[in-house]
T-cell receptor
């Protein structure tokens, strides 16, 4: 069975600083995708970044990057130069025969 | 941009009522999903559909049913609403069953059952 674990229910970061959100997962599949979604107070889930498991290169989208450690089944999200608009709930997700979501990390950005 | 529209942002219903939550997507996606979101539990899959008139149970289908008469519309039905169904409900769609492109989500319906 596929599982996704986010062990940090809440995190905070000073504006302009860097923060890393953790995610570990378990799957028996050899080919899968990993995602980070952001849910701001508006509730609209937004895709932040996507990683294909067969690619060793870590995905990057502007200030967002991942550290994908396939052997360790770890998929952390790094947010650089944090902005007030980054404050949101962040969900890690894994594909299988459906999407499997973690329980989320609530990120607060301190001005 | 693909849009997934949930008809109601907030709903308040009484215990025992039959409740319909509607979801419409405008990009011809085959796959549609209903999740409920609760604090500390993340998103849990209720039902999903890979095609018109097709439905599959997710992880927590009890107390719910679904209808997909047209490709673009996927309805979640609470046959007899109960207070433990108070939650945020999210609809999502995707083009490929491999989910490689990810989901597109609606903006959620916050349902309160009193």
């Amino acid at each position: 069975a596929q599982t996704v674990t986010q062990s940090q229910p809440e995190m905070s970061v000073q504006e302009a600083e860097t923060v890393t959100l953790s995610c570990t997962y378990d799957t028996s599949e050899s080919d899968y995708y990993l995602f980070w979604y952001k849910q701001p107070p508006s509730r609209q889930m937004i895709l932040v970044i996507r990683q294909e498991a067969y690619k060793q290169q870590n995905a990057t989208e502007n200030r967002f990057s991942v550290n994908f450690q396939k052997a360790a089944k770890s998929f952390s999200l790094k947010i650089s130069d944090s902005q007030l608009g980054d404050a949101a709930m962040y969900f890690c997700a894994l594909t299988g025969n459906q999407f499997y979501f973690g329980t989320g990390t609530s990120l607060t950005v301190i001005p | 941009d693909v849009k997934v529209t949930q008809s109601s942002r907030y709903l308040v219903k009484r215990t025992g009522e039959k409740v319909f939550l509607e979801c419409v997507q405008d990009m011809d996606h085959e796959n549609m999903f209903w999740y409920r979101q609760d604090p500390g539990l993340g998103l849990r899959l209720i039902y999903f559909s890979y095609d018109v008139k097709m439905k599959e149970k997710g992880d927590i289908p009890e107390g719910y049913s679904v209808s997909r008469e047209k490709k673009e519309r996927f309805s979640l039905i609470l046959e007899s609403a109960s207070t433990n169904q108070t939650s945020m409900y999210l609809c999502a769609s995707s083009l490929y069953t491999a989910f490689s492109a990810g989901y597109t989500f609606g903006s959620g319906t916050r349902l309160t059952v009193v």
